[in-house]
């Protein structure tokens, strides 16, 4: 089976830094994607990881254990625009001739003042 | 850069009847194409994959009679929710990979689709 698991909702202050957590256990993996969504609209990529360790892009960042399982999405210098939902997204290649993008959770994430 | 096109992005339906969605790779060719279903505060769940040519892959527990999923040609996939009900009612979103992978991280989706069933 999948089973990808986040956080259901955080909160934090305009200004901070947060971190939501991603855990995995799916039937393959090549590569785990960040989305951030807005409700009713499709979501907007933010970050992939095939590799472990860190990738870096802006005020955010994403970081890959695939021994653990584990992934996580590093938001800095919150901003109000940043209240959204965010997905992690695991590309499983376990069948041959597609590879399908599987996703998480989700974590609602609201900036506060 | 590349484009998904979703049609429509709102449908009402009475409960019985069915509804297609149509999805669309507007600049390039997909054999491969996703559809997702997301309730009110959820995330994207898989329904199945729809493959250009041949039969769709549904993920357990979707109904393959209920969800039709045609992939006619590399550039249109369409969904028809059959005899649809009110718990039917969902945001319905595809994507696409391009043909031969593209980049790694590469997959478009479409705007979504909201359907009420009433």
């Known amino acids: 089976g999948q089973n990808i698991d986040q956080p259901t909702e955080m909160t934090a202050t305009e200004g901070a830094i947060v971190q939501i957590n991603c855990t995995y256990q799916t039937s393959g993996f090549n590569g785990l994607f960040w989305y951030q969504q807005h409700a009713g609209e499709a979501p907007t990529f933010l970050s992939y990881?095939?590799?472990?360790g860190l990738e870096e892009k802006g005020r955010f960042s994403s970081f890959l254990s695939r021994s653990k399982g584990y992934s996580y999405l590093l938001l800095k210098e919150l901003q109000m625009k940043d209240s959204a939902s965010y997905l992690c997204a695991v590309r499983d290649d376990k069948n041959t001739g597609f590879q399908k993008l599987v996703f998480g959770t989700g974590t609602r994430l609201l900036v506060s003042p | 850069g590349a484009v998904v096109s979703q049609h429509p992005s709102r449908v009402i339906c009475k409960s019985g009847t069915s509804v297609k969605i149509e999805c669309r790779s507007l600049?390039?060719?997909?054999?491969?194409m996703f559809w997702y279903r997301q309730f009110p505060k959820q995330s994207l769940m898989l329904m199945a994959t729809?493959?250009?040519?041949?039969?769709?892959?549904?993920e357990q527990g979707v109904e393959k009679d209920k969800f039709l999923i045609n992939h006619a040609s590399l550039t249109l996939s369409t969904l028809t929710v059959t005899s649809a009900h009110p718990e039917d009612s969902s945001f319905y979103i595809c994507s696409a990979w391009p043909l031969g992978g593209g980049t790694r991280n590469t997959i478009y989706f479409g705007e979504g689709s909201w359907l009420t069933v009433v």
């Open positions: 729809s493959n250009e040519g041949s039969k769709a892959t549904y």
């Open positions: 600049d390039f060719q997909a054999t491969t």
């Open positions: 990881n095939v590799l472990d």
